[in-house]
C-alpha cells in the first residue's frame, strides 16, 4: 500500500509526530508499504502535493484546524482517494473551549470535507469517541477505535533496571516529559511543590520540554516562589536512550493534565516501569485497580496528600514498577497495533468490515 500522512512533523509538536513516525516505520519494515508524509507547517505546492497523492491509497490526517488540511482532502477527494482523520483529542470538550468561536467557524464552513466526506475516523478510545460524538451524529457508521502504541524493543535491554527499580520513600523525585503547555496542568503542579516547600517534603520535580511563552511564565513562577532547587527546566529529549535514562532516575511519572487523548509520554514512562501519577482526565483507565500509579486532581493540597502517601507507601513501589513494564507488553506493542491499523486501513480502501474494533 501507498499511505500517505499529513500532520505536524516537527519533533517538538507532540505526540502525532511521533505516532506518524512511527506507523512509517513499522509499516515500511514489515509490511513493505510505501510511506510518504506531508508536513503541514511547510508551504507545499500543489504541483507537488498532486505527483505524492495521486496514485496513494489512502491519506492519513492527524492535523484539524488548518486549511492545508482542506487543500489535501480536496486533493484527495479530486483523485477519489479516501482519506481519514484521527483527531488526537482536539475535539474534546476542553480543547474545544480555546479559541472556541474560530474552530466553530471552521467547523461550520468545513463541515462536509471533515465529517460528511471523510471515509473513516481513529479514535483513541472510547473516552476522546464519547466527547466528539456530539458534534457528528454519524461518527459511529465509520469510526474504529485503536490506541497509540509503542516500539518495546528498548526493554530487552533495559530489562535488569526496569524490573527492579525500587523507592526508598525518603524522596520523591517526579518527572514530567512533553510540551508545556497549559492544558497539562504544570502550573497546578508548580503550586504543590511550593506547598511541598512549606511543609519540608523533600520533593523535587524535572519539567522537560520545548521552551515557549508558557515555560518562561513558569520559570517566573518558580523564581518567585523560591523553589528553583525543587523544580528543575531542562530541554526536550527525542533519543530513546536519553529518556531512559532520565526515566531510570525518577521514582514517578507525573501529569495533571485537563485534556489528552492518548498521551505517548504516559506511555513511554509505563514501559520503563516507571509508575504513574495522572488525572483522570489524562483517560488511562483503571491506573489504581491496574497497580501502575495513583490518581490525582487539580486541587495542590490534594496532590500533596496523595505525594505524601505514596511516600510512606514506598514498600509496594517495585510491584507497581514491575506491573507498568508488564503491563505495557500486554497493551502497548506497536507491532500488534501496527497489525490492526493496516488491517483497518484496507478494509476502508476495500469497503467490507470484519475487525472487531469498529464501533
Given at each position: ?57 489512502i491519506v492519513h490526517i492527524h492535523e484539524l484546524w488548518s486549511l ?173 536512550y536519553l529518556k531512559q535514562k532520565y526515566f531510570s532516575r525518577s ?39 491496574n497497580k501502575i500509579g495513583y490518581h490525582i486532581n487539580h486541587d ?60
Open positions: 500500500m501507498k499511505i500517505i500522512f499529513f500532520g505536524n512533523n516537527s519533533k517538538e509538536s507532540g505526540g502525532p509526530a511521533q505516532v506518524m513516525r512511527i506507523h512509517q516505520n513499522f509499516l515500511n519494515k514489515y509490511f513493505g508499504d510505501k510511506i510518504e508524509i506531508i508536513n503541514s507547517t511547510e508551504i507545499i505546492s500543489k504541483n507537488k502535493i498532486y505527483k505524492q497523492i495521486k496514485d496513494a491509497d492545508n488540511t482542506i487543500n489535501i482532502v480536496k486533493i484527495s477527494e479530486k483523485f477519489g482517494i479516501p482519506y481519514i482523520f484521527t483527531f488526537h483529542g482536539v475535539l474534546n470538550k476542553w480543547s474545544l473551549k480555546k479559541n472556541k468561536f474560530l474552530k466553530s467557524l471552521f467547523l461550520f464552513f468545513f463541515r462536509s470535507q471533515i465529517f460528511y466526506k471523510s471515509s473513516g475516523f481513529q479514535f483513541l478510545n472510547f473516552n476522546e469517541y464519547n466527547e466528539a460524538k456530539n458534534l457528528y451524529i454519524n461518527f459511529f457508521k465509520k469510526s474504529f477505535i485503536l490506541q497509540n502504541g509503542l516500539d518495546l524493543s528498548f526493554q530487552k535491554s533495559h530489562i535488569k533496571n526496569i524490573k527492579y527499580k525500587n523507592f526508598l520513600g525518603d524522596k520523591l523525585n517526579l518527572i514530567f516529559l512533553g510540551r508545556v503547555h497549559p492544558k497539562k496542568g504544570l502550573k497546578i503542579l508548580i503550586d504543590s511543590m511550593s506547598l511541598a516547600r512549606s511543609k519540608n517534603l523533600n520533593i523535587s520535580l524535572k519539567i522537560i520540554g520545548p521552551s515557549s511563552k508558557y515555560s518562561t511564565f513558569l520559570k517566573n513562577i518558580v523564581k518567585k516562589s523560591k523553589i528553583s532547587k525543587q523544580v528543575e527546566f531542562l530541554p526536550p529529549v527525542f533519543d530513546n521514582d514517578f511519572f507525573i501529569l495533571p493534565s485537563y485534556d489528552e487523548a492518548d498521551s505517548i509520554a504516559i506511555k513511554e514512562a509505563i514501559a520503563s516501569g516507571l509508575p504513574i501519577i495522572v488525572t483522570k482526565e489524562c483517560k488511562v483507565e483503571n491506573v489504581e485497580i495542590p493540597k490534594q496532590i500533596i496528600k496523595k505525594l505524601q502517601f505514596i511516600m510512606n507507601d514506598h514498600k509496594n513501589y517495585h510491584i507497581l514498577s514491575k506491573n507498568c513494564f508488564d503491563f505495557s507488553k500486554s497493551n502497548f506493542d506497536i507491532i500488534n497495533i501496527t497489525k490492526e491499523y493496516r488491517n483497518n486501513l484496507i478494509e476502508i480502501t476495500s469497503g467490507v468490515k470484519y475487525s472487531d474494533n469498529w464501533i
